[in-house]
């Protein structure tokens, strides 16, 4: 049987960050209940007993701004149109603030067993900075709430390279985050997006530059795998068994399926995105989509997803290139951008900072 990952974007916030461009609007109980429809609706559409879905990913926007009641009816619809997995990952992202610890156990009971929380920092003055509306106190209980409330698999955003940002404060928001009941860290370089309040001359001038960034990002790996959080990719880190089984399915180049207003989707054989219109998205039928790649998955973008991820690329999986990437590699050994052990080639943690260019002159 095959297995599918299914993405739901929830394109509601309750206030926009300073730094984000992902697609969301501001929450509406009518709106919000108008979308819960075309989600369960688009779910029927696609649905297919035949396919077991093994991860179900709730993202935004702000997904913990909806009911627990109106998850469970995603997650249930899931279950009905689909083969849904007993050992399914499903995961919700949600802001601190959103999280009580009543509401934490309806979310248990109605089926979420991961949680990613967008902490950003454990400084007050840098979450303010940032937009944010959680203290790092906050951050810290909702974290705690929901071990309490049963979460044993736990993800918190951490972001680096901030305005301003020294070691020191960077060092400072690891060991706190650490130091909680978590398994997983998704840590992110901040960048500054085209039309942000953050695209400013003043903004700009107060980020590290590009030195000061890379030691900020190896400082962090350093920190995170210290207490026991190895990287598995650029930006994400686990405890042992604990890696985001949803994200690896775009890094692999396995199918899931997108719904809601700027999900992007590859399943069937194409690559296609969402109108970025809730209006639409609930006004239609069906989710117009367009379709932006006939054929994904070639070569070039298999490999170059592959080598986001620590364990690599597989030589002998790409073997009418394998001459041509072992020509190249000496170099990146020699400057510590790679590492090979004849089968499998791999980017070291510099070489993740260099991860674009380093790809580029290995695959292109």
């Given at each position: 049987m095959s297995t599918l990952?299914?993405?739901?974007?929830?394109?509601?916030?309750?206030?926009?960050?300073?730094?984000?461009?992902?697609?969301s609007v501001n929450w509406t109980k009518a709106q919000a209940e108008d979308y819960v429809g075309a989600v369960l609706r688009n779910i029927r559409h696609?649905?297919?007993?035949?396919?077991?879905?093994?991860?179900?990913?709730f993202g935004g926007g702000t997904p913990s701004l909806l009911s627990y009641t109106q998850i469970e009816s995603i997650i249930n619809e899931t279950g009905r149109s689909f083969s849904l997995d007993s050992d399914a990952e499903i995961t919700l992202e949600a802001n601190p603030c959103t999280l009580t610890s009543?509401?934490?156990?309806?979310?248990?009971?109605?089926?979420i067993n991961r949680l990613s929380i967008g902490v950003q920092s454990m400084?007050?003055?840098?979450?303010?900075?940032?937009?944010r509306v959680h203290t790092a106190a906050r951050a810290e209980q909702a974290v705690l709430d929901a071990a309490g409330a049963g979460f044993e698999n736990i993800s918190c955003d951490l972001m680096i390279a901030l305005p301003d940002q020294k070691k020191?404060?960077?060092?400072?928001?690891?060991?706190?985050?650490?130091a909680l009941p978590i398994q997983h860290i998704s840590a992110y370089i901040l960048k500054t997006e085209d039309g942000t309040p953050f695209d400013c001359e003043e903004i700009r001038r107060r980020l590290p530059d590009e030195d000061a960034s890379a030691?900020?990002?190896?400082?962090?790996?350093?920190?995170?795998?210290?207490?026991?959080?190895?990287?598995?990719?650029?930006?994400?880190?686990?405890?042992?068994?604990?890696?985001?089984?949803?994200?690896?399915?775009?890094?692999?180049?396995?199918?899931?399926?997108?719904?809601?207003?700027?999900?992007?989707?590859?399943?069937?054989?194409?690559?296609?995105?969402?109108?970025?219109?809730?209006?639409?998205?609930?006004?239609?039928?069906?989710?117009?989509?367009?379709?932006?790649?006939?054929?994904?998955?070639?070569f070039e973008e298999y490999a170059m997803?592959?080598?986001?991820?620590?364990?690599?690329?597989?030589?002998?999986?790409?073997?009418?290139h394998r001459s041509d990437i072992e020509k190249k590699l000496p170099p990146l050994i020699k400057d510590g951008y790679a590492e090979t052990d004849g089968e499998r080639i791999w980017l070291t943690a510099k070489g993740f900072l260099m991860s674009n260019s380093v790809i580029e002159y290995l695959i292109f």
């Open positions: 990952g299914i993405y739901i974007h929830v394109p509601f916030c309750g206030k926009k960050c300073a730094y984000c461009d992902f697609y696609y649905g297919d007993c035949g396919t077991k879905v093994d991860t179900l990913y009543d509401k934490l156990k309806d979310l248990r009971r109605a089926g400084i007050d003055d840098e979450l303010k900075m940032l937009g020191e404060s960077l060092q400072y928001s690891a060991e706190r985050l650490t030691e900020l990002y190896l400082e962090m790996v350093r920190l995170l795998e210290e207490r026991g959080f190895m990287q598995y990719e650029v930006s994400n880190f686990a405890k042992q068994g604990y890696e985001s089984r949803h994200n690896s399915r775009y890094w692999r180049c396995q199918d899931y399926l997108g719904i809601g207003p700027a999900a992007h989707s590859c399943y069937q054989g194409k690559r296609f995105a969402v109108e970025r219109d809730v209006a639409d998205f609930i006004a239609s039928e069906f989710q117009n989509i367009t379709v932006t790649d006939e054929s994904p998955c070639g997803l592959r080598l986001r991820l620590k364990e690599g690329l597989i030589l002998s999986d790409v073997s009418e």
